[in-house]
């Protein structure tokens, strides 16, 4: 990603952070995990990465399921959000993924994070090398739309208008994941009037 890319996301999310937990939208994303959940192999001894958690919409719930969580963020003001919440096991990192992680996961979980970052193959590659042997991946972004999401996607750092899951399947099998699967899994109901669905894509490194 562009430098002036990058800071567009976080000047975006350094406004939003304040009200995020409060929009519509990510209220209905609070009840997401529970669809997720069933499809993963969840254990106390487990320490997952979740990419972009924000204020930790996703994080928060996962947290309940694993042993830790690391909840890797750009943005200071949306990690502050998580923070403020003190869960014992989840660890906020403020970071960028492509300067290379210490850690491997037993898994990574992202929602909603994606269709922010520029370089999807690069991005795909490091979340290959985050992950032991097996790791689980577990993405969730939208499916390709007409822009009409987010609206003003230059401001907000949008990167992709959604994804076509079989060509992220694709990449993810050229990062060097296995056992590659994707469905829907969520719809978003907009206060625009429509829905816009979300795809689940899983996998094994
Ligand atoms: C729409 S929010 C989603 C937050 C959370 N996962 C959820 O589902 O509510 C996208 C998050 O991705 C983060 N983000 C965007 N680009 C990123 C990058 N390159 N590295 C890390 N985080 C990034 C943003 O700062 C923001 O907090």
Not at 14 to 24: I, K, L, R
Not at 144 to 154: A, W
Not at 176 to 187: R, T, V
Request: aromatic share 6%; proline share 3%.
């Amino acid at each position: 990603m562009t430098d002036r890319a990058q800071s567009l996301v976080e000047a975006h999310f350094a406004q939003a952070a304040e009200g995020f937990d409060h929009s519509p939208i990510s209220k209905q994303l609070a009840s997401l995990l529970d669809q997720v959940l069933p499809l993963l192999q969840l254990d106390q001894k487990q320490h997952w990465l979740d990419f972009g958690a924000g204020t930790g919409v996703l994080t928060v719930p996962l947290a309940a399921h694993v042993g830790q969580v690391t909840a890797l963020d750009t943005s200071a003001s949306m990690l502050a959000k998580l923070s403020a919440k003190n869960i014992a096991n989840i660890t906020p990192l403020q970071h960028d993924i492509f300067c290379g992680l210490e850690q491997r996961y037993a898994g990574v979980i992202s929602s909603m994070a994606l269709h922010h970052v520029a370089d999807i193959p690069k991005l795909l590659s490091c979340l290959q090398q985050s992950l032991l042997e097996n790791g689980q991946l577990a993405l969730i972004d939208l499916y390709s739309e007409d822009g009409s999401f987010h609206g003003d996607n230059k401001a907000k750092g949008v990167q992709h208008l959604g994804f076509d899951p079989q060509q992220l399947l694709e990449l993810a099998a050229a990062a060097g994941f296995k056992d590659l699967s994707y469905q829907q899994i969520f719809s978003i109901q907009h206060k625009n009037g429509r829905s816009y669905p979300l795809f689940l894509l899983l996998g094994r490194a």
